[in-house]
């Protein structure tokens, strides 16, 4: 598979269960390693490097089960994320912590144990906590599945306000409502490999997307 | 540079936690002895909170359960008994220098670090009982004393010790008090939590793990050499001892809340005395209550007894005021 993410660049990922989606950000964010080929990072290769080197360098993810803290207070939660990830100077991490709950509404919880955050809320927070590095590509694991559409509008809302702040992001996503709301382009994964890539309005029409989708269409 | 990691993000109420802490032991420690004339025991009991904080480090912090974790105080132990004996070299130094073995050797052991769960505790088990056979082998006699023990009674003195005991054992709590209110506490409990999201918050795991780990292997060396001082002569059996020096410890962590700070000196306080009581009754039976006791914890309160205990406080002192 080849695939570039440039710098500006919003791209959605779609595809089937299990066509490897959740397994290139795994890939990406160093959770795994490639058993082959070469992973590019504004030119240099990363292929080896830990996952905090390369939270360090700018690579941040959400997972699609939230992984937060859960022994831990909301705003502890953020504070480790801006003090070990890439914001040098900590003079203002009080603010920069105040900002990011309030952009993903977890003010109110920040003094709540993130274990008793419901989903939507731990999804919100994994979000946070990849926010506080300062990720120059953010990765989005399936963020609006199992919220319901007024949930979805407001994520697809933060996350267009989210790609102000970060060069590139990657929205994997199984709904297709949020995925046209947050971006245009998207490339479609079947079995590992790329089997489109090009806007959303016309992946839709697709022979091989359809076929991926909804089965082998009957040629008349 | 990582080590600006290591000062306090928020100094505030520290001071109250540190009285709260040196206080009681103090009385005790001065006190204790008067009442029960024993010295030994609270000169044990300073070793054991030792030991206590020790593994909280480790176990209480980062969630990694060293099942073998009595070896650094016995290497402790043995570093500064050898260095008295053949190098003639002072009591202070031999202990300091006897705590630094015990940190090496746990850097030569940090690749264990890369295992989890049941595997790392084994493994730590494994490496207890390997570097018992080295320092008990008859082919060391002329530096460990082998199997035979190893005696330096020329420097002992059991009240400079017990002193010097006392004192680092409160130390040593407030080392833990430390860590705990500093950033590379919340660092390690982030690891306890995920160890693998925590990497993508920017912490590496396996490098705040070993600084762990190499704290806790210091402490307890130290712990290793003041005990060893105290007896003056020693078998292997004496300071290498899983039940004794380990599985006791763990007890007395869960027992009193494992990751807190005041959990491991209340748990060991108060099993240690029960333990030395019960032992004047039915010296057979201890470890069969210890061994019930050890799996009702886990079972039924894994958390140990520090939450009552800070429910109690907070009756007596009530929040507002000094707090």
């Not at chain 1, 100077?89 to 144990?113: A, C, M, N, V, Y």
């Not at chain 2, 993000?9 to 936690?17: G, L, M």
């Not at chain 2, 409990?189 to 600084?211: K, M, Q, W």
């Amino acid at each position: 598979m080849d695939l570039s993410l440039y710098s500006g660049e919003t791209l959605g990922l779609i595809g089937p269960n299990g066509s490897g989606k959740t397994t290139l950000i795994n890939v990406v964010s160093g959770l795994l390693y490639a058993d082959g080929g070469s992973l590019l990072f504004y030119g240099s290769r990363i292929d080896r490097m830990s996952p905090h080197r390369r939270s360090h360098l700018g690579i941040n993810r959400t997972f699609q089960i939230p992984h937060p803290f859960y022994g831990l207070t909301v705003r502890e939660n953020v504070d480790i994320a801006l003090l070990f990830g890439r914001m040098k100077k900590r003079t203002d991490l009080e603010q920069k912590s105040e900002d990011i709950l309030k952009l993903t509404g977890l003010s109110e919880l920040s003094e709540h144990r993130a274990g008793s955050l419901n989903t939507s809320q731990k999804k919100m927070l994994d979000l946070a906590k990849a926010l506080a590095t300062e990720p120059r590509i953010l990765l989005i694991d399936e963020l609006a599945a199992g919220l319901n559409s007024n949930e979805t509008e407001v994520v697809a809302g933060l996350l267009r306000e989210v790609k102000k702040n970060v060069d590139a992001m990657l929205v994997v996503e199984h709904v297709m409502n949020f995925i046209k709301k947050v971006t245009e382009d998207v490339v479609v994964f079947d079995a590992g490999k790329v089997i489109f890539s090009g806007r959303f309005a016309d992946a839709v029409r697709d022979g091989r997307v359809r076929e991926v989708y909804l089965g082998t269409v009957r040629s008349s | 540079m990582n080590f600006r990691r290591f000062f306090l993000s928020n100094p505030k109420k520290i001071s109250t936690d540190a009285a709260l802490l040196i206080v009681p032991l103090a009385a005790l420690f001065i006190l204790g002895p008067m009442v029960i004339t024993n010295q030994a025991i609270f000169m044990e009991l300073a070793v054991y909170i030792m030991l206590a904080d020790a593994l909280n480090i480790v176990y209480g912090f980062t969630g990694y359960l060293p099942f073998g974790f009595g070896v650094f105080f016995a290497v402790g132990a043995y570093g500064t008994a050898i260095l008295i004996t053949h190098d003639a070299w002072p009591v202070g130094a031999s202990i300091i220098a006897g705590a630094c073995f015990a940190a090496l050797l746990s850097l030569l052991f940090t690749p264990m670090l890369r295992l989890s769960g049941a595997y790392f505790a084994i493994s730590s088990m494994a490496a207890f009982e390997a570097v018992y056979l080295i320092f008990s082998n008859t082919q060391l006699t002329f530096l460990t004393g082998g199997p035979y023990g190893i005696t330096f009674t020329q420097v002992y003195n059991p009240n400079l010790d017990y002193m010097i005991a006392a004192i680092l054992a409160a130390v040593s709590a407030l080392v833990v008090l430390l860590i705990s209110k500093s950033t590379f506490g919340i660092a390690l409990r982030a690891i306890r939590e995920d160890r693998f999201a925590v990497e993508l918050s920017g912490v590496s795991s396996l490098r705040y793990r070993t600084y762990a780990w190499l704290i806790s292997s210091f402490v307890s060396g130290i712990a290793g050499g003041l005990y060893g001082w105290y007896l003056g002569f020693f078998y292997p059996e004496a300071v290498f001892s899983l039940t004794d020096f380990s599985v006791l410890v763990i007890i007395f962590v869960l027992f009193g809340g494992r990751g807190t700070v005041y959990g491991p000196v209340i748990g060991t306080v108060i099993l240690f005395l029960a333990y030395q009581l019960l032992s004047l009754y039915s010296a057979n039976l201890l470890l069969i209550i210890f061994g019930v006791l050890l799996v009702l914890l886990v079972l039924f309160i894994p958390n140990g007894i520090e939450p009552l205990f800070r429910k109690i406080v907070k009756t007596i002192f009530p929040p507002g005021g000094s707090d």
